[in-house]
């Protein structure tokens, strides 16, 4: 069984909309046995088929996470933030057998789909590339297939701490997360297969293509996506008249 995640927060109630509207669109809600949408509070106008876990502002992010994370049924997630607006077709039967590899590979954690060159990476399997203990970033908070139980263990692991610009001032969780990762030998791929590089050091998926992410800091749109975004949002427009 699999769920989907998504971490949200009220301010982004557009992009929200936005997320849900290109999530049927291009995955289908059938797809996942759950859809979670963490998120401090809501105006009503959340899909049906969504469950809401309520975070406390209060809280740092990875008190809110530990809380959220205990809501997950599942035994794995799809990790993603609201800001990862899908734009074209899944590929689901990949998805599935990337399921299937992390259900039946006892020492893997995680599968990312944001790859990058930041560093170099051996391949694990075709089209699956090793992230462990010796790599520089062994964390990120990036659409990611992860057990869930993993994910957990490793928030539950981490000190206090923030993410964004709060993260500036009281110390990243995804900073945190990697050396706690380390410790805890956290290992899992991340599946590329030649797609093109967007920006600076990632790449696009084949697997399940999205916007990584929409928004910048300061609730700016992202200009490397400014095609797929412009799409959306007239998609969006249309279906509001």
């Known amino acids: 069984m699999k769920a989907l995640v998504v971490n949200s927060h009220s301010s982004n109630a557009v992009c929200l909309d936005l997320f849900f509207m290109c999530l049927e669109k291009y995955v289908g809600v059938d797809y996942f046995d759950s859809i979670y949408l963490f998120i401090d509070s809501t105006d009503g ?9 309520n975070y406390d502002t209060g809280d740092n992010f990875r008190d809110q996470m530990i809380h959220c994370l205990k809501s997950v ?13 899908f734009y074209a077709p899944a590929k689901t039967d990949i998805a599935d057998h990337l399921v299937s590899e992390l259900l039946y590979d006892p020492s893997l954690s ?14 694990y399997k075709s089209k699956l590339y090793l992230i462990d203990k010796e790599c520089q970033n062994t964390f990120s ?23 964004g610009s709060k993260g500036d001032i009281f110390g990243h969780l995804e900073v945190a997360a990697i050396d706690v990762c380390k410790q805890l030998d956290i290992k899992g791929v991340c599946y590329y297969n030649g797609e093109p590089k ?10 399940f293509p999205h916007t990584a992410s929409a928004l910048l800091r300061g609730g700016q749109w992202n200009r490397e996506y400014e095609t797929e975004i412009q799409d959306i949002m007239e998609t969006y427009l249309e279906n509001n008249k």
């Open 141 to 163: 908070q990036t659409l990611s297939f992860w057990k869930t139980a993993d994910l957990l263990r490793i928030h539950e692991n981490c000190p206090p701490s923030e993410i």
């Open 198 to 207: 967007r920006g600076m050091v990632h790449f696009d998926t084949e697997v």
């Open 45 to 53: 106008t959340i899909p049906d088929y969504v469950t809401v876990v």
């Open 110 to 123: 995680f599968v990312k789909f944001c790859h990058t060159d930041v560093e170099k990476y051996t391949e």
């Open 73 to 85: 049924k599942e035994d794995i997630l799809l990790y993603c933030n609201e800001d990862y607006l």
